[in-house]
Antibody, heavy 119, light 107 residues
Framework: QVQLQESGPGLVKPSETLSLTCIVS????????WSWIRQPPGKGLEWIGS???????NYNPSLESRVTLSVDTSKNQLSLKLKSVTAADTAMYYC?????????????WGRGTLVTVSS | DIQMTQSPSSVSASIGDRVTITCRTS??????LAWYQQKPGKAPNLLIY???SLQSGVPSRFSGSGSGTHFTLTISSLQPEDFATYFC?????????FGGGTKVEIK
């Protein structure tokens, strides 16, 4: 069964770049859309953006100037980079599988990785 | 962006109670709405899609209804494992957006 696992540094300094990866295991990354979603502690969910296996992307306009999503199909791996981070970027970051057959839902999620922005 | 407003923000209920959560959108989205359940320390889990379709494996006590700008999630008989936070999400257009969440607590 397909599983997603996020990883990355738990602590990032202000103004630096946050870099996360998501490994997709038990299934192929091909022919699917994949998203990154974040959740500040005790708050709601924010969609960051999505990527297809050919590298085409859709970004949330609120983050578009700072975020880059990429995909490595040979490694079944997704990546997120968010530059110029501030304390407001402190959040749990999730990767998720998009289901476009019935809207644009997220039918499978990773466990998430907590990123704290602090000096 | 489509704004999502959930109400109430929290609800206290007892085992066996019927619980209804409302989600309103800032513009019509037909039936393009999903509901998720999130337990503490866990990722969200898809419950309902296209407003009323039950995701595989989700108990039948969960149901969704609505269209346009007004949607509801109903738990017909609350069980101990249902105490969690519930989020709605519009799946109609980008950027995808979520409601603020409704925490279902034990009374």
């Amino acid at each position: 069964q397909v599983q997603l696992q996020e990883s990355g540094p738990g602590l990032v300094k202000p103004s630096e770049t946050l870099s996360l990866t998501c490994i997709v295991s038990g299934g192929s990354i091909i022919s699917r859309y994949w998203s990154w979603i974040r959740q500040p502690p005790g708050k709601g969910l924010e969609w960051i953006g999505s990527i297809y296996d050919d590298g085409s992307t859709n970004y949330n306009p609120s983050l578009e100037s700072r975020v880059t999503l990429s995909v490595d199909t040979s490694k079944n791996q997704l990546s997120l980079k968010l530059k110029s981070v501030t304390a407001a970027d402190t959040a749990m970051y999730y990767c998720a599988r998009d289901d476009l057959e019935s809207g644009w839902n997220f039918d499978l999620w990773g466990r998430g990785t907590l990123v704290t922005v602090s000096s | 962006d489509i704004q999502m407003t959930q109400s109430p923000s929290s609800v206290s209920a007892s085992i066996g109670d019927r619980v209804t959560i409302t989600c309103r959108t800032s513009q019509g989205i037909s039936s393009w709405l999903a509901w998720y359940q999130q337990k503490p320390g866990k990722a969200p889990n898809l419950l309902i899609y296209t407003a009323s379709s039950l995701q595989s494996g989700v108990p039948s006590r969960f149901s969704g209804s609505g269209s346009g700008t007004h949607f509801t999630l109903t738990i017909s008989s609350l069980q101990p494992e249902d105490f969690a936070t519930y989020f709605c999400q519009q799946t109609n257009s980008l950027p995808l957006t979520f409601g603020g969440g409704t925490k279902v607590e034990i009374k």
